[in-house]
């Protein structure tokens, strides 16, 4: 099983960016796909959530508005826009898999919201 996240980077501050998770191994159409996020010194932070049908997204209410989860279920993709981008939105972000019995982690990319 193998969840790779792209996509980090260096943007300043209200600006956008795309991160994107590439699932294999998996039958992503089963699992349940979520974003998480982990500040230095803080712990892992849900941020958004998609069921395996696509059709129920959750966001927290810190994201909720700027940050959209979505995925492509013939490629086996999971997306999550980023707008309106915060300083406090650094961090390392995840990608996770799951379903009742299993769950997934990618290795994260770095996003640092910065001028």
């Known amino acids: 099983v193998q969840l790779v996240e792209s996509g980090g980077g260096l943007v300043q501050p209200g600006g956008s960016l795309r991160l994107s998770c590439a699932a294999s191994g998996i039958t992503f159409s089963g699992y349940h796909m979520s974003w998480y996020r982990q500040a230095p010194g803080k712990g892992r932070e849900l941020l958004a959530a998609i069921t395996s049908t696509g059709a129920t997204t959750n966001y927290a209410d810190s994201v909720k508005g700027r940050f959209t989860i979505s995925r492509d279920t013939v490629n086996n993709m999971v997306y999550l826009q980023m707008n309106s981008l915060k300083p406090e939105d650094t961090a390392v972000y995840y990608c996770?898999?799951?379903?009742?019995?299993?769950?997934?982690w990618g290795q994260g990319t770095q996003v640092t919201v910065s001028s």
């Open positions: 996770n898999a799951a379903t009742w019995a299993v769950n997934y």
